[in-house]
């Protein structure tokens, strides 16, 4: 974990309320793994006065990009900010994914890794794509959001040269219907080796369900409100199964990636 208050801001992208920034930060860009996050001031006055979680969307040249839809007050003032501020961030923060999920078994090899993002929940996910992709592994991305705005980085993903397959709630791009409705006929369809997903919480309850009936292995990123995103103010914490017993376990530290299987879930998909 590292400080860095002066990641300088190259670039930024916007599609209606999603946004893109680029970030100079070559410490914490060249730690960061799939899954990892940021916790990064948006102000320097008191409000807000915590720091707001992103995950890394992407790594380049010292760089990492954060993707992100404005929900309040913190996501809105990151957003008005442009390239040559700089900004405060604490990270590479949390356990990321397993990227050999699913290699080692027989049943699955040589099969696609299911990567499946509802909304902004495709932030962690495009840097997890890129890194599977650059060790050799044949990954699908199944991109949903409630309609075509919502999915704005489709486009992006497919010049990327990856498998791309996108869904909306309203019909109005791609399969008609739940991200979640076109993973179970993804699996119905082919095999895959894995399932990997960030999202809505009554999404990723249903991706693990929908995995586990396939006997598919599958990681999870979580959401919490978060404190201080590294252990120290227990704002985080959830029941999560351990070793087959329920404990209550910080998001930040433990997580945000946890296996399917040892998530205790609080709401039904
Ligand atoms: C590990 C982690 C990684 C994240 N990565 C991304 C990312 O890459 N891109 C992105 O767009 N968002 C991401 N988020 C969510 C993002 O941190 C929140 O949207 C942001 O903190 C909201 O701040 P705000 O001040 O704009 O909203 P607030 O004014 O604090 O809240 C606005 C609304 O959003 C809800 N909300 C705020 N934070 C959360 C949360 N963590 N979980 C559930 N509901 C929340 C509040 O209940 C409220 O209804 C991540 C969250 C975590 C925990
Ligand atoms: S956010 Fe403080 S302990 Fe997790």
Redesign the pocket.
């Known amino acids: 974990m590292r400080l860095d208050p002066t990641a300088k801001i190259t670039n930024k992208e916007r599609w209606g309320g999603y946004h893109l920034l680029i970030l100079e930060s070559p410490d914490i860009a060249r730690e960061a793994v799939p899954g990892q996050?940021l916790m990064i001031r948006?102000a320097y006055g008191s409000r807000?006065l915590l720091r707001?979680?992103?995950?890394v969307?992407s790594r380049s040249d010292g760089s990492l990009g954060?993707?992100?839809?404005?929900?309040?007050?913190?996501?809105?003032l990151l957003a008005g900010k442009n390239p040559g501020e700089t900004l405060d961030l604490i990270g590479p923060l949390?356990k990321g994914f397993n990227l050999g999920l699913g290699e080692e078994g027989e049943a699955h090899s040589g099969a696609p890794a299911l990567v499946v993002g509802g909304g902004?929940g495709i932030?962690?996910l495009a840097f997890l794509a890129a890194e599977m992709r650059k060790n050799g592994r044949t990954v699908k991305i199944l991109y949903g959001g409630r309609s075509r705005t919502d999915i704005p980085l489709k486009d992006r993903l497919k010049a990327e040269g990856g498998d791309l397959v996108c869904a909306t709630d309203d019909g109005s791009f791609g399969f008609s219907g739940l991200v979640t409705d076109l993973l179970d006929k993804e699996i119905q369809k082919s095999p895959a080796s894995a399932v990997y997903a960030c999202g809505p919480e009554p999404m990723l309850e249903t991706v693990n369900r929908i995995a586990a009936a396939a006997g598919l292995p599958c990681e999870l990123?979580l959401?919490?409100?978060?404190g201080c995103g590294f252990g120290a103010c227990w704002g985080?914490v959830r029941r999560i199964r351990k070793n087959g017993a329920e404990s209550w376990v910080k998001?930040?530290e433990d997580g945000?990636v946890f296996s399917g299987g040892d998530v205790v879930w609080t709401v039904k998909g």
């Open positions: 996050f948006v807000p707001r979680p992103f995950g969307h954060i993707f992100f839809k404005i929900e309040g007050e913190g996501t809105n949390g902004r932030a962690p990123s959401e919490a409100r978060m985080c998001i930040c945000p």
